[in-house]
């Protein structure tokens, strides 16, 4: 019995809770099931969401992220790292992390080594933020790209308190846009190169490729704007270049049609998510991790909404991750009612680094700090939540 679930408790106290329960053992739940995704042997369901954390010192990420990420690792469970920059443009927030340089690569390889030393599988999570940034974050204080020249209003930050100031845009010309994917193509390299197992394309949030997709900002004229093909075009056009550099088994990518972040919305969320879906079919990537409808902004969870993934789920061939506002039931429930094949957890998993223990013995999680969220503190709300058996 103990082989069939790799989150048993060790042998003496599995020898004591059986003198106190009989032969009782504890159940299985739907989260804590093994999954293969392609050449992946998962033990669980539970998912490390990528969380930017804004400890990356001068864009290179840090030795303290070795200690983060291996406390968050269990043999056979997937993670997928902060979101990391493709470019020396694709900066928008201070001390996230880059792979654009050799510099950045050698700094991820410990930190990818430590996970695979605990039998975890590491996805890294490449992304541009376009619109979202300033000059000061820009090579020679030049002004964000985008697909548009719409500014971004001022937005209150997520500590409730600070504002982020956003320089307007310059849109992208036509025959800028083939650099830009070229981009996405050398940082999935280069994420291979520093040891990942895979990438995730980050294609939501309010970020380059969702200026892209939604329709209340894109506003171009051009081959990448318009129609829903049209905008959907430069998504595809990255997921193939990434996928003819590093094989469709070690792709993913990160969606949600559904919410406004960072007043990226659109007027036919249900048309864009599955026309996305069933184009990404085509390049039979690994999995398609997808933003629940209840989740509208970064601040608000509508959790009256009722679950609408289930036609992109149907759609997509591949691995479907589900995504935002997940407590332990509601994620056994989409396990069990087949609404997904993994979960992600963010602040949970952020704040209980032994999360899939957790789940399997039913314990309380940490409360979160979102105050220390976004700090470059390289331990406080970083490394020091608790594990379970630290708990007094």
Not at 295 to 322: M, Y
Request: glycine share 8%.
């Amino acid at each position: 019995m103990a082989s069939e679930n790799r989150f048993h408790l060790e042998e003496e106290q599995q020898k004591n809770d059986q003198s106190r329960m009989g032969s009782a053992q504890i159940p299985t739940i739907p989260l804590l099931t093994p999954y293969k995704m392609g050449k992946f042997n998962l033990s669980h369901r539970v998912v490390l969401a990528p969380l930017t954390r804004q400890r990356s010192y001068h864009n290179v990420p840090q030795p303290h992220a070795i200690l983060y990420y291996s406390q968050r690792t269990s043999h056979g469970g997937l993670l997928i790292c902060e979101a990391t920059g493709v470019s020396d443009t694709a900066q928008g927030y201070p001390d996230t992390p880059g792979i654009w340089t050799k510099e950045q690569v050698e700094a991820w390889k410990p930190i990818v080594d430590a996970v695979h030393a605990k039998g975890g599988i590491f996805f890294c999570q490449i992304w541009h933020v376009g619109r979202v940034s300033n000059s000061g974050y820009q090579p020679n204080g030049q002004a964000p790209i985008s697909s548009t020249d719409r500014p971004l209003t001022p937005q209150i930050r997520a500590n409730g308190v600070d504002v982020a100031e956003f320089t307007p845009p310059r849109r992208l010309r036509t025959d800028e846009i083939p650099q830009i994917v070229n981009d996405f193509r050398l940082a999935a390299r280069n994420a291979i190169e520093a040891g990942f197992d895979g990438v995730e394309i980050h294609g939501a949030h309010g970020y380059l490729i969702e200026q892209f997709l939604k329709d209340e900002v894109n506003d171009r004229t051009d081959k990448y704007g318009g129609t829903l093909e049209n905008r959907c075009r430069f998504a595809l056009e990255v997921v193939e270049a990434v996928v003819d550099e590093i094989g469709a088994d070690k792709v993913g990518i990160k969606l949600c049609p559904f919410a406004n972040f960072l007043e990226s919305g659109d007027s036919n969320p249900d048309a864009l998510g599955l026309y996305l879906v069933e184009s990404l079919n085509k390049y039979g990537i690994l999995y398609c991790h997808v933003v629940e409808p209840r989740v509208k902004t970064a601040a608000l969870i509508d959790h009256e909404t009722p679950p609408s993934l289930v036609p992109l789920r149907k759609a997509f061939n591949g691995t479907f991750i589900a995504a935002g506002g997940y407590d332990r039931e509601d994620g056994n429930k989409a396990v069990a009612e087949n609404r997904a094949d993994l979960v992600a957890y963010g602040r949970h998993f952020l704040a209980t680094p032994d999360l899939p223990k957790r789940f399997e013995l039913n314990t309380p999680l940490n409360k979160y700090d979102r105050e220390t969220f976004y700090t470059s503190d390289p331990v406080k709300g970083y490394t020091d939540y608790p594990f379970l058996e630290t708990i007094a």
